[in-house]
């Protein structure tokens, strides 16, 4: 199955300041990669995702890289704020078997991201 | 509308009890996945549900087993409870094939003791 791995497991910032979090995947086939915040107690928010045709995509100060090859891909905030502070998920989707639709998210260890005022 | 709604939140439950945990998906949604968060882990799927027949299951023992009903609500049982089951159970909600357009349930914490 698939692996997802993510780094950095923490990560402090200055208010104003970028953040970048990595993950990388093991299975080629994966082809949709989905980005959560989760702050404590509280359910996994989807923020941000990207499908395997495109290379970056951007919402306001977030932005998502993917590089197939490589395998990898990044999750950027800009401009942090307090507010970013949270745990974010990496996820990646694998077909079931080879040309289905089926697919289930596999996730990765998370990144605790603090942001100082 | 209504988002993923779980009860109960929280859960105590003694080793080797049962447990049943209940899950209604977002409007328009007609298929629930089940995840199970570790403390400090991320989500590990447990199963998935459409159409009430289990469609794929993760590694999981089969003391865990669930159920969907016509209304695409779904319950997740766990077994013979062990320590190692305390964690936060999410569900999430989706239009079929189950992957795109994930909701997640704000989960139920359960505490094996």
């Known amino acids: 199955g698939e692996n997802v791995e993510q780094h950095p497991s923490t990560l402090s910032v200055q208010e104003g300041d970028s953040a970048v979090i990595k993950c990388t995947y093991s299975d080629s086939a994966s082809n949709y990669f989905p980005w959560y915040k989760q702050e404590l107690g509280k359910r996994p928010q989807l923020i941000i995702d990207i499908r395997s045709n495109v290379g970056e995509k951007k919402d306001q100060r977030i932005a998502v890289t993917l590089n197939k090859t490589a395998k990898h891909f990044s999750l950027h905030i800009t401009e942090t704020q307090p507010e970013d502070s949270a745990v974010y998920f990496c996820a990646a989707s694998s077909p079931l078997r080879r040309g289905s639709t089926l697919g289930r998210l596999y996730f990765g260890r998370g990144t605790q991201l603090t942001v100082w005022p | ?113």
């Open chain 2, 1 to 113: 509308d209504a988002g993923v709604t779980q009860s109960p939140t929280h859960l105590i439950k003694t080793r080797g009890q049962q447990v049943t945990l209940r899950c209604s998906p977002k409007s328009g949604h007609d298929t629930v996945s089940w995840y199970q968060q570790a403390l400090g882990q991320g989500p590990q799927f447990i199963f998935q549900y459409y159409e009430e027949e289990e469609r794929q299951r993760g590694n999981f023992p089969d003391r865990f087993s669930g159920h969907q009903f016509p209304n695409y609500s779904s319950e997740l049982n766990v077994n013979a409870l062990l320590l190692g089951d305390s964690a936060l159970y999410l569900c999430a909600s989706s239009p079929w094939p189950g992957d795109y357009g994930y909701t997640f349930g704000s989960g139920t914490r359960l505490t094996v003791v």
